[in-house]
């Protein structure tokens, strides 16, 4: 494990920033304590907070920057608005370095906070997440078997 460290959250809005996304921001270099958070604040809602692997952090040698953020908007022609969908994703993205119990969290985190600030929201159409989810997915599905019968 890296010392460097990983915050999701949703963005904020401002006028700079108009559209709803989550947002994963890591960090590439060390600065004050007091600085970095204050930074975070800036720029995002965090709900939760992990250090990098090894492998995330060498990409961060090469970077002169002191954070990358990774957004997933909602409004997204893939997403069309739908949390289930963008939290899938998100969990994807992090697929290779994350473990499933931790990605599990996150997603439970982001989920909580996004309801919270949103009462009244509903899946857009609660069939596209599964649609896209088994589009998308690496995993190979079985062929379904029909039955037809002849009368």
């Given at each position: ?15 700079i ?9 890591f ?82 985190k ?20 599964m ?15 029909l ?5």
């Amino acid at each position: 494990m890296s010392n460097l460290r990983v915050w999701y959250g949703w963005a904020k809005l401002n006028k700079i920033r108009k559209r709803e996304a989550i947002s994963v921001i890591f960090e590439n270099g060390k600065q004050s304590s007091e600085r970095t958070d204050g930074f975070i604040r800036k720029m995002q809602n965090t709900v939760y907070v992990r250090y990098q692997t090894d492998e995330e952090a060498k990409d961060a040698v090469s970077k002169s920057r002191m954070f990358t953020e990774y957004n997933i908007f909602m409004d997204d022609k893939a997403i069309r608005n739908s949390l289930d969908f963008a939290l899938w994703e998100n969990s994807e993205a992090d697929a290779n370095n994350v473990s499933a119990n931790e990605r599990a969290v996150i997603e439970a985190k982001l989920r909580a906070a996004y309801m919270s600030a949103h009462r009244q929201y509903k899946e857009p159409d609660p069939n596209f997440a599964m649609i896209q989810i088994r589009k998308f997915s690496n995993e190979k599905q079985e062929p379904v078997q029909l039955k037809i019968s002849f009368v």
